[in-house]
């Protein structure tokens, strides 16, 4: 009789059943569209940042920023006799491997320091560069002035220099990594042609390439790749794990060979660091912190606050806009139920009357309400996830793409060193320009979401039939009948 | 149909009700002295307000005295706790009301099984409870049928079915005809007329002296008491 009773109730009450279902639903839809979005903005802010640092990185070590100025720039001398002469047209072409300008490097002796300590379970150094080709066209001086030595080139545009003159300036970035290594920026890159870089390689002109910038530069397998003016032998194609995002670098090195290019020495830019287990990165990063007080040491979480572009938005606007909305829409469907049900109770006060008089007791009247609720907030729930649900698909068949920037290790873009007389260096900008990437936002469902949207359409139909039980549980039956007589 | 009839069925010894009404009190029994057979048929007239409503809540168990005491039987009324007081009302007392309080949504036999609900009955037995109540009230051909789509009279058999379901010692009713036309009536009348024959005892408040003609006592209640009783 419990069911039937039940189900005929809210059969006879169409409109209200409805009004508090869809309500229920669309709070619920909201809740499991915001959450499943929370999720892929964080599966995005993971994916960018293991791209950059690749799988299992817990922290990474950089060394100190430097002061602005410090770090000079790009420097690009052509002697007089430099470059192809021909019909009056003298054609230069040079190219630098440099490291960050506004980041010190680190002694490569750091990845031992760092592996030798407790809860440290694997460490690996980097070399992070940028190459620049400087190239293009002077007119020939030597039938206009004597020739002087060195001379810098002057930008173009300058006024009262060499008029006619063409420049262009090419850049890309390279990593120099340990082939062997476990963590670091190659862990999350797969080889799609070729071959990845081995232990072997040390000390070889050889270089791995990302597959986006292969294709852009027109590289292959077998081929080569200008690197701080030598020729690298291109092995193989690497591109990242995740289809959405590029890998660290445009170029990957031996790191020997990266730091005898650049002629930096023995040094790293960056050293990966994987934890024993999550609970001991906070203590790995204190004794690295102690150990080099020089670097800087950064966490997952403090890298993924450096994910920027409209990354960043779509998670602000979600955690701010979205879960206050969907708070908001929540808190007015429950309190349509709740009040609804209420009004039911006083609606049906000559019903419940007579039920008490027939025997009825309160309790049996109020589980018949309190069923009704829950049953009406279950119709909600079940109407909100197939609600939530289609919305997930919508957004994951819309396929929406966010732009990521990282700027991890204050490796942002780099504004005009102080060059010397003649072109300005580039900064740090191509490792920058390496790290922008789009990614395809996924909305990924969890059992979670799942529960929650139960959980959520039970809480509203066990408050709407606890406050209406406790009305109708309240009803004195000789006062229900006499009220209605 | 099983009655546990005893030689009375109600026995009240001065009964007061007061309550508060807009800052007044009101006195809606004064001291009422009564003992109803069992097995008897007694109607309850009197001037609107005079107390009758609150008598018949009194005897079906919805309301306590403030003082006095109201005897169902063995139990006290006014003394019984809530639960004693819905025990009484589900397996004891049958009710029934001028406006029939049958639930709309639900079929005949739906509404008569309602009324069986509280006694925890198996299946089987609620099934033949429901045929035989509707067979009673002359229903058994309309047991599916909703209460809009009976009429006036139908429906308050199917409420008289609802009360006789369960067998009860006693059964109230309040104004059972008032919102009948004369041939719906006298049909409301001949069933009451024929459980009473059977050994029910009926306790009916009208203002319809029809009704209260065809009652072996009539009690007439004005300011709270009994001013006269007259037998047949």
């Given at each position: 009789m419990y069911g039937t009773y039940l189900r005929r109730e809210l059969a006879g009450r169409k409109k209200q059943t409805v009004i508090v279902a869809v309500?229920?639903?669309?709070?619920?839809?909201?809740?499991?569209?915001?959450?499943?979005?929370?999720?892929?903005?964080?599966?995005?802010?993971?994916?960018?940042?293991?791209?950059?640092?690749?799988?299992?990185?817990?922290?990474?070590?950089?060394?100190?920023?430097t002061e602005p100025g410090q770090g000079g720039g790009t420097r690009f001398d052509f002697g007089a006799n430099d470059?192809?002469?021909?019909?009056?047209?003298?054609s230069l072409s040079q190219s630098r491997l440099m490291t960050d300008m506004r980041r010190g490097t680190l002694d490569a002796s750091t990845v031992s320091t760092v592996t030798g300590l407790d809860g440290v379970a694997a460490a690996t150094g980097a070399l992070s560069l940028t190459n620049t080709t400087f190239s293009g066209q002077v007119p020939d001086r030597s039938a206009q002035a004597p020739a002087d030595g060195a001379t810098g080139t002057r930008p173009e545009g300058e006024r009262g220099g060499d008029g006619g003159s063409a420049f262009g300036v090419d850049s890309f970035t390279v990593l120099g990594v340990d082939p062997a290594a476990s963590v670091g920026p190659l862990s999350s890159v797969t080889v799609s042609e070729g071959r990845p870089l081995t232990s072997a390689d040390a000390g070889a002109d050889v270089a791995v390439v990302d597959a986006t910038y292969a294709a852009s530069a027109a590289l292959t397998v077998g081929g080569t790749v200008d690197v701080g003016g030598t020729a690298m032998q291109i092995v193989g194609i690497v591109a990242s794990t995740s289809s959405d995002a590029d890998t660290a670098a445009n170029v990957y090195l031996p790191l020997d060979v990266a730091q005898t290019l650049a002629g930096v020495g023995d040094v790293v830019s960056t050293v990966y660091v994987q934890a024993d287990s999550a609970d001991a990165i906070g203590s790995v990063q204190s004794e690295i912190t102690a150990a080099l007080p020089d670097a800087t040491v950064s966490s997952q979480s403090e890298l993924a606050?450096?994910?920027?572009?409209?990354?960043?938005?779509?998670?602000?606007?979600?955690?701010?806009?979205?879960?206050?909305?969907?708070?908001?829409?929540?808190?007015?469907?429950?309190?349509?139920?709740?009040?609804?049900?209420?009004?039911?109770?006083?609606?049906?006060?000559?019903?419940f009357g007579t039920l008490k008089a027939i025997g009825w007791s309160n309790g049996r009247i109020v589980r018949q309400v309190a069923g009704e609720s829950l049953t009406q907030g279950l119709i909600g729930g079940v109407a909100g996830l197939a609600l939530g649900l289609g919305g997930i698909l919508l957004i994951n068949v819309?396929?929406?793409?966010i732009s990521v920037g990282s700027q991890a290790s204050g490796r942002g873009q780099g504004g005009p060193g102080g060059g010397g007389s003649g072109m300005g260096g580039p900064g740090g900008f191509g490792q920058a320009a390496a790290q922008a990437t789009d990614i395809v936002l996924h909305a990924p469902v969890t059992p979670v979401i799942i529960v929650a949207a139960v959980g959520i359409a039970v809480l509203g139909g066990v408050l709407a039939g606890a406050f209406g039980g406790w009305r109708a549980a309240r009803l004195s039956p000789a006062a229900a009948l006499r009220s209605v007589a | 149909m099983t009655l546990t009839a005893t030689a009375t069925a109600y026995r009240l010894h001065d009964?007061?009700?007061?309550?508060r009404q807009r800052e007044r009190t009101v006195q809606a029994l004064?001291?009422?002295?009564?003992?109803?057979?069992?097995?008897?048929?007694?109607?309850?007239?009197?001037?609107?307000?005079?107390?009758?409503?609150?008598l018949l809540q009194m005897l079906g168990a919805l309301d306590r005295p403030s003082g006095g005491s109201v005897m169902l039987g063995e139990v006290d009324i006014a003394q019984a706790s809530n639960a004693e007081l819905s025990r009484l009302r589900a397996a004891e007392i049958g009710f029934v009301f001028q406006g029939f309080n049958l639930i709309p949504t639900l079929t005949a036999a739906e509404n008569v099984d309602m009324g069986l609900e509280p006694l925890g009955l198996d299946r089987p037995e609620r099934q033949r409870r429901i045929a035989d109540a509707l067979a009673r009230v002359g229903l058994s051909d309309r047991h599916d049928h909703r209460p809009g789509e009976l009429s006036g009279g139908q429906q308050q058999r199917v409420a008289i079915a609802r009360a006789i379901a369960k067998q009860p010692r006693v059964l109230l009713a309040d104004e059972p005809t008032g919102n009948l036309d004369e041939s719906m009536r006298d049909e409301i009348l001949d069933v009451l007329e024929t459980l009473n024959g059977e050994g029910l005892t009926l306790v009916v408040v009208t203002h319809d002296s029809a009704v209260a003609r065809r009652a072996r006592r009539r009690l007439r209640l004005a300011g709270g008491r009994i001013t006269d009783i007259t037998r047949d």
């Open positions: 309500g229920l639903a669309i709070a619920i839809a909201l809740v499991i569209i915001v959450n499943a979005l929370s999720a892929g903005v964080r599966d995005a802010q993971s994916q960018a940042l293991s791209s950059v640092y690749g799988v299992g990185t817990d922290l990474t070590v950089t060394g100190a920023q470059g192809a002469t021909q019909d009056g047209t003298t606050s450096t994910v920027s572009g409209s990354l960043s938005s779509a998670s602000t606007l979600i955690s701010n806009l979205g879960t206050w909305l969907s708070l908001v829409v929540l808190l007015v469907a429950l309190s349509l139920a709740v009040l609804f049900t209420i009004s039911g109770v006083a609606r049906r006060t000559r019903e819309i396929s929406p793409t | 009964v007061t009700r007061t309550y004064a001291g009422i002295d009564l003992e109803i057979d069992a097995g008897d048929f007694v109607t309850i007239q009197g001037p609107t307000g005079g107390g009758k409503s609150t």
